[in-house]
């Protein structure tokens, strides 16, 4: 059973940093797109940054430059670093996984709006101006 559990959100001022993590067990495919989404009040789901079994990284325009997206095999963990927070990254954010890395491109592309099959129930995070 796939199970991703999501840490480290919270209340950080605008201009800080964050790090979240999520666990990831039960997962043991050598192919997939691993990524980050998130959800803001009033708002649909986006995804927001991914990496894939080729350690491609990818990031929607609006958190490039200032969030990184990592894993650590040996932990079976994924991070996401946030750094220069801004009130408009409040949100639900979660974590989640697909068995296939093409997953990873679709949603680069906008051909698919989540496109994975294996969630995390999320951690929210703050940001006050």
């Known amino acids: 059973q796939v199970q991703l559990v999501e840490s480290g959100g919270g209340t950080v001022q605008a201009g800080g940093s964050l790090r979240l993590s999520c666990a990831v067990s039960?997962?043991?495919?050598?192919?997939?797109?691993m990524g980050w989404f998130r959800q803001a009040p009033g708002k649909e789901r986006e995804w927001i940054s991914t990496?894939?079994?080729?350690?491609?990284?990818r990031y929607i325009d609006s958190v490039r430059g200032r969030f990184t997206i990592s894993r650590d095999n040996a932990k079976n963990t994924l991070h996401l670093e946030m750094n220069d927070l801004k009130p408009e990254d409040t949100a639900m954010y979660y974590c989640?996984?697909?068995?296939?890395?093409?997953?990873?491109?679709?949603?680069?592309?906008?051909?698919?709006?989540?496109?994975?099959?294996?969630w995390g129930k999320g951690t929210l995070v703050t940001v006050s101006s």
């Open positions: 990496i894939d079994s080729d350690n491609s990284a």
């Open positions: 989640a996984v697909n068995p296939s890395a093409y997953t990873c491109k679709l949603l680069e592309a906008g051909l698919t709006q989540h496109g994975m099959d294996y």
């Open positions: 039960g997962f043991t495919y050598g192919d997939y797109c």
